[in-house]
Nanobody
Framework: QVQFAESGGGLVQAGGTLTLSCEIS????????MAWLRQAPGKDREVVAR????????????EVKGRFTMSSVISSDGIWKSVSLQMTSLKPEDTGVYYC????????????WGQGTQVTVSS
């Protein structure tokens, strides 16, 4: 079972910047992307960013495109090690708990969720 450990959240004013990190235990699959998911208060988790193992390509939801940048660290033997999410020009609507997981399209693959990291953006 793959497990994730997120960190880096905090309280920031609108327009500010935060960088989140996620450590990934062994066992993640090479054929599926890693994703950051956001759970806003009272809402379901949604994918905001994905990164692919083979070519480092990234995809973003419309809400965060142009403001968030996802990156990854993969070991020399092709093992997922960590992912990060640099968030700039933060808005109050970015508030939520951020999780990472591997996804099949937008469906999380692993049940070993981390505790997430809280991001709160004040106006």
């Amino acid at each position: 079972q793959v497990q994730f450990a997120e960190s880096g959240g905090g309280l920031v004013q609108a327009g500010g910047t935060l960088t989140l990190s996620c450590e990934i235990s062994r066992g993640a699959l090479s054929g599926y992307p890693m994703a950051w998911l956001r759970q806003a208060p009272g809402k379901d988790r949604e994918v905001v960013a994905r990164i692919y193992w083979n070519d480092d390509a990234t995809e973003y939801s419309d809400e965060v495109k142009g403001r968030f940048t996802m990156s990854s660290v993969i070991s020399s033997d092709g093992i997922w090690k960590s992912v990060s999410l640099q968030m700039t020009s933060l808005k109050p609507e970015d508030t939520g708990v951020y999780y990472c997981n591997q996804v099949d399209r937008n469906m999380p693959i692993w049940n070993g969720w981390g505790q997430g990291t809280q991001v709160t953006v004040s106006s």
